[in-house]
């Protein structure tokens, strides 16, 4: 059972534009959505993450949109670079005491040309 | 360097032998995450560490997997006969103590190849 659904499995995006990932989720126990970036040959890293109690986060070009009554969230990248090429995942945890496990979506490969 | 350390960062070996991979996380994070990632594919979580207490472990963990945490320090994961099926990548996390929404942090990864 896939408690996390990410689309589209790729993008390509012109060097300016905006790129657009959406996720949906099962489990409404889950309270912590983190999104990860993935460069080739590397860990993931942590780019921006958002609690269910506000609708919206913005930390520089990145913004996650969150919307609990649909159960989706979504990574908007402003004006978007070469650098941001990368794989691009989202997660969940949280819900029930002394869960901390991240469940991730399968990537969002985000290739932006110039 | 501070970060989350891997060791090693590829093995490749025969099916049926037994391997070990090694997690050095961050200083003074008491949380401990193995994950493994196939190609094309999210991490898929599977164990969990706090200290040296193993709290949560997957259903992936088959008991050909086993992970040890001895002084809630530095991690081993072992997989005994491995099988091709084993080949991924495995990742290691770590995370300080707090809530559900504290940062984990993730190594670079062993990729193991079962051939």
């Known amino acids: 059972q896939q408690q996390v659904k990410q689309s589209p499995q790729s993008l390509i995006v012109q060097k300016g534009g905006i790129s657009i990932i959406n996720c949906a989720y099962e489990?409404?126990?889950?309270?912590?959505f983190p999104w990860y970036q993935q460069f080739p040959g590397k860990g993931p890293a942590l780019l921006i993450a958002?609690?269910?109690?506000?609708s919206e986060k913005k930390e520089g070009r990145f913004t996650i949109s969150f919307n609990k009554s649909a159960k989706q969230f979504s990574l908007h990248i402003m004006d978007s670079q070469p650098g941001d090429s990368a794989t691009y995942f989202c997660?969940?945890?949280?819900?029930?005491?002394?869960?901390?496990?991240?469940?991730f979506g399968k990537g969002t490969k985000l290739s932006v040309i110039p | 360097d501070t970060g989350v350390s891997q060791d090693p960062r590829h093995k490749i070996t025969k099916r049926g032998q037994n391997v070990t991979f090694r997690c050095d996380p961050i200083?003074?994070?008491?949380?401990l995450y193995w994950y493994r990632q196939t190609l094309g594919q999210g991490p898929e979580f599977l164990t969990y560490?706090?200290?040296?207490?193993?709290?949560?472990k997957s259903r992936l963990l088959s008991d050909r997997f086993s992970a040890e945490r001895p002084k809630g320090s530095f991690s081993t994961l072992e997989i005994q006969r491995t099988e091709q099926g084993d080949s991924a990548m495995y990742l290691c996390?770590?995370?300080?103590?707090?809530?559900?929404?504290?940062?984990?942090?993730f190594g670079q990864g062993t990729r193991l190849t079962v051939v």
């Open positions: 560490f706090q200290n040296e207490a193993q709290l949560e």
């Open positions: 996390a770590s995370s300080p103590w707090g809530g559900a929404d504290t940062e984990a942090f």
């Open positions: 958002i609690r269910p109690d506000v």
């Open positions: 489990n409404t126990a889950f309270d912590y």
């Open positions: 997660a969940a945890s949280g819900g029930r005491a002394g869960s901390y496990q991240l469940t």
């Open positions: 200083s003074e994070h008491n949380r």
